[in-house]
């Protein structure tokens, strides 16, 4: 079985919306530092903050975040 890791594109969509990571923070009512962590994989955001992040760029939740398999550890 392999690993996943949640991926996302929040620095593309922020980019695309002209939003700061503050802006985008302010918007699903969390931190910069929050959002910094999420956007750079250090923390895996909950479902509502997802949803919420969703929201805020009017993509589906797939758009925003996505897992990124491990293939390499497959192999024995």
Do not use: C
Not at 5 to 12: A, G, R, S
Not at 24 to 37: F, M, P, S
Request: no cysteine; glycine share 2%; net charge positive.
């Amino acid at each position: 079985m392999s690993d996943s890791i949640l991926k996302n594109n929040l620095k593309v969509l922020r980019a695309k919306h002209n939003l700061t990571q503050e802006q985008l923070a302010e918007k699903v009512k969390v931190t910069r530092v929050t959002i910094n962590y999420v956007e750079s994989g250090k923390w895996v955001p909950s479902t509502v903050l997802a949803l919420k992040i969703a929201q805020v760029f009017e993509v589906p939740l797939e758009e925003v975040f996505y897992l990124d398999t491990d293939k390499s550890k497959d192999s024995p």
